[in-house]
């Protein structure tokens, strides 16, 4: 199973630009990379998925470099709503296990 | 409608209680799932239905029965539990299952917070 590999925890402060790298070294060529959020007791909530360069949607962007073994969420001037457990995942679109299995994730805290 | 509904949202049981879990989405997924989550610990796969038929079954105990009566519902039993099955239950659903045409979105339920006594 390609695994991924992220901080376990970051702080910021809100208004700044926080970026979340996941490594996963031996992704596969179908694998997309797809990040959730998820708030304490609460499912996991899609935020962005992509395959190669940069994919940005309203609520964050993706960047993957050409060799796609790492991947970096940034999210743009973060609040305190934005205090969460962002997962990476990795995986053929919609099958099998690994685009199924949630990695350890890294748990975000914002302060005032 | 683009949620996906749990019940109940909490659930305490005895070790000798028979009880279920139910999940539902009018979303038109043909996939659904569900996951284990532990405290401070990510979701960990148990099930995934496509089509209404079991395709992947993470070697969970068989205490833990699942079932999809039809494309909008999906199922946990639950019977002879132990306390170390106190958890966070997540159903989710997508589109399809092994379709390279799907986004591989999952949209997850708020939970079914389980203790079991």
Redesign the interface.
């Known amino acids: 199973l390609a695994k991924t590999t992220q901080p376990i925890s970051m702080d910021s402060y809100e208004g700044q630009e926080v970026n979340i790298t996941c490594s996963h070294n031996n992704i596969a060529t179908n694998d997309?990379i797809?990040w959730?959020q998820q708030f304490p007791?609460?499912?996991?909530?899609?935020i962005i998925?992509g395959y190669k360069t940069k994919v940005t949607n309203e609520v964050a962007s993706l960047f993957i470099p050409a060799d796609r073994k790492s991947s970096t969420l940034s999210l743009p001037r973060v609040s305190l709503s934005d205090t969460a457990v962002y997962?990476c995942l990795v995986?053929?679109?919609?099958?099998?296990?690994r685009?199924?299995?949630?990695?350890?994730?890294t748990r975000l805290q914002v302060q005032p | 409608d683009t949620e996906v509904t749990q019940t109940p949202k909490h659930l305490v049981m005895g070790m000798t209680n028979k009880k279920s879990l139910k999940c539902e989405q009018h979303m038109g997924h043909r996939a659904m799932y569900w996951y284990k989550q532990k405290a401070k610990k990510p979701p960990e796969l148990m099930f995934v239905y496509s089509y209404e038929k079991l395709s992947i079954n993470e070697s969970v105990p068989s205490r833990f029965s699942p079932e999809c009566p039809n494309s909008s519902l999906l199922n946990l039993h639950l019977h002879a539990l132990q306390p170390e099955d106190s958890a966070l239950y997540l159903c989710a659903s997508s589109s399809r299952l092994g379709d390279s045409m799907n986004t591989g979105e999952l949209f997850f339920g708020e939970g079914s917070r389980l203790t079991v006594l």
């Open positions: 997309y797809t959730y007791s609460q499912g996991p909530r899609f998925q997962y995986g053929d679109k919609g099958t099998g296990r685009a199924l299995t949630f990695g350890s994730g």
